[in-house]
Every structure is written in C-alpha cells, then in structure tokens.
C-alpha cells in the first residue's frame, strides 16, 4: 500500500510563514506528479500548487509570489514552503499524488490525510 502524511500544519499571525511536508511510503516505484489542495469551510476544494516528475509547477493565483513547490526525490516528500500568510489561506491542506508502484504497472492517485493552517492575529 501507499500512504501519503502531511506535517507542518499549525497556527500562525498573518504574515508568517509555514513549511508543509508530504511524504509518502510503501511501494512506490515513482511519484509522477505531487500537488497540494485546500478545503476550507463553505469552500469549493481548490488546487493549490503542483509539480510534475519534470519539475513543471503549477500555482493558484491567490498564492503565486507567496507559495513554493518543490520536492525531494531521493526521500520521496513533497514540499510546500508559504510565506506572505494571509487570514483567506486559512483552510485545512491536503497532499495528493500520483504514484507508480511498480515499472510495469500504472499510475493511480493516492490523498493524504490533510494537515490544519490557520491564519489568525
């Protein structure tokens, strides 16, 4: 199996910076493609950032200039560093991926169980 766990969430004044990790385990072969998405209450879920193996990013753009993608291939984990945060970022944050478990095999989607910001003065 495929397990994906999201850290880094937590509390902070708007302004400051959080960095959310998303690493995945079990048998995986490689991560094709790695994103981020926010639910917040009363919201439409929405995509956030994402990376491609080849290194292709994707922002929301409420959050370009703010939020950076990146990822640790070697240690299978995902990144995702905000800085510039506001009150509106406040929202529960959920790592996805797309994931090969073997060379032969295809990729599937895989979602972890999502970590908690809050931007609050």
């Known amino acids: 199996q495929v397990q994906l766990v999201e850290s880094g969430g937590g509390l902070v004044q708007p302004g400051g910076s959080l960095r959310l990790s998303c690493a995945a385990s079990g048998s995986i072969f490689s991560i094709i493609a790695m994103g981020w998405y926010r639910q917040a209450p009363g919201k439409q879920r929405e995509l956030v950032a994402g990376i491609t193996s080849g290194f292709g990013t994707n922002y929301a753009d409420s959050v370009k200039g703010r939020f950076t993608i990146s990822r640790d291939y070697a240690k299978n984990t995902g990144y995702l560093q905000m800085n510039s945060l506001k009150p509106e970022d406040t929202a529960v944050y959920l790592c996805?991926?797309?994931?090969?478990?073997?060379?032969?095999?295809?990729?599937?989607?895989?979602w972890g169980q999502g970590t908690q910001v809050t931007v609050s003065s």
């Open positions: 996805a991926s797309k994931i090969r478990t073997s060379s032969n095999g295809g990729a599937y989607d895989y």
